[in-house]
């Protein structure tokens, strides 16, 4: 538990708003916001989203008083302040993600591993599920049944999250807390990443297939029953809809929707938000018909 006059004093932040609230508990997103939970403000739309909790912000921001808010405003990147807080504060030691307890799953005889195999801590693997050799299962990671996961694929490895520190003149790392969720029969090929979100849960849903040297980035959210084949890139907090077909070295850009059941080309990179039930291709793509 923090204070908040504590943090606001060690990082040179000034107060505003319902400071009969100063007790923090935890980080969150925007999306998952908590009573006694710490976020930041990207831009002045963001401001929007603002229910409840404790929120860094830039003092280039219009803020206006909410019950329930504070504000913790500086004069540098909210972002980085943010990062900095949870690296000092939040983030687990570095063994949390070292230690390999595959032997309490090799009891599991529902459930198939081969050799060479990191599976890290509270990781829960389903009925049914095949891991072949080589692959690296990171903390917090949920499986669900009857997925396959091949050889040399990781998933929760920690994404790159940099934003550089103009007063230091460095990177800084923005800390990735979240986990991977894997629904119910998926298949991941060879040499694939699935990448842990920053704070919430980067997501396959059930019945999806992914090809062997693809990269899903974190915070974003596969549909069911999708097909992303070969040497596909899906940029961090992306998100593809149901039934939705991605054909070779395709990339999506991060923060883009991609709509359900459409089909996206080969070798096609989409920087814009593309509707449902289209073919696009291209680079940039765009849509040349409906898929019907």
């Known amino acids: 538990m923090l204070k908040v006059s504590k943090i606001a004093e060690h990082?040179?932040?000034k107060l505003f708003g319902d400071l009969t609230i100063e007790k923090i508990n935890s980080v969150n997103s925007l999306d998952n916001q908590k009573n006694d939970g710490l976020s930041w403000i990207k831009n002045q739309k963001s401001l929007e989203k603002v229910k409840k909790g404790f929120f860094i912000v830039g003092d280039n921001l219009s803020i206006t008083n909410k019950k329930n808010v504070v504000y913790l405003i500086t004069n540098q990147s909210a972002k980085i302040i943010f990062s900095k807080i949870i690296s000092d504060f939040?983030?687990?030691?570095?063994?949390?993600y070292l230690k390999n307890y595959i032997s309490e799953?090799?009891?599991?005889?529902?459930?198939?591993?081969?050799e060479n195999v990191f599976i890290g801590i509270n990781v829960s693997i389903g009925d049914g599920t095949i891991i072949y050799p080589n692959v690296v299962i990171e903390a917090?990671?949920?499986i669900g049944n009857n997925c396959i996961i091949k050889s040399h694929v990781s998933l929760g490895t920690e994404g790159?999250?940099?934003?550089l520190d103009?007063?230091?003149?460095?990177?800084v790392k923005f800390p990735q807390l979240g986990n991977v969720i894997l629904e119910n029969n998926i298949d991941i090929g060879p040499n694939s990443t699935v990448r842990r979100a920053t704070l919430d849960s980067t997501i396959i849903?059930?019945?999806?297939?992914?090809?062997?040297?693809v990269n899903i980035g974190h915070n974003s959210e596969i549909g069911r029953n999708c097909i992303l084949t070969c040497n596909i890139v899906t940029g961090g907090s992306s998100k593809i809809g149901d039934n939705t077909f991605i054909g070779l070295n395709s990339v999506i850009k991060n923060g883009i929707n991609v709509g359900s059941n459409s089909i996206i080309g080969m070798g096609s990179v989409v920087n814009k938000d593309l509707k449902s039930k289209i073919v696009a291709y291209g680079n940039p793509a765009k849509e040349i018909r409906k898929n019907t």
């Open 166 to 171: 103009k007063t230091i003149n460095q990177l």
């Open 90 to 96: 939040f983030s687990p030691r570095i063994d949390f």
């Open 105 to 114: 799953h090799l009891k599991n005889e529902n459930i198939k591993i081969s």
């Open 160 to 163: 790159l999250g940099l934003e």
């Open 11 to 13: 990082y040179s932040l």
């Open 205 to 213: 849903k059930s019945g999806s297939k992914i090809g062997s040297f």
């Open 140 to 142: 917090n990671t949920k």
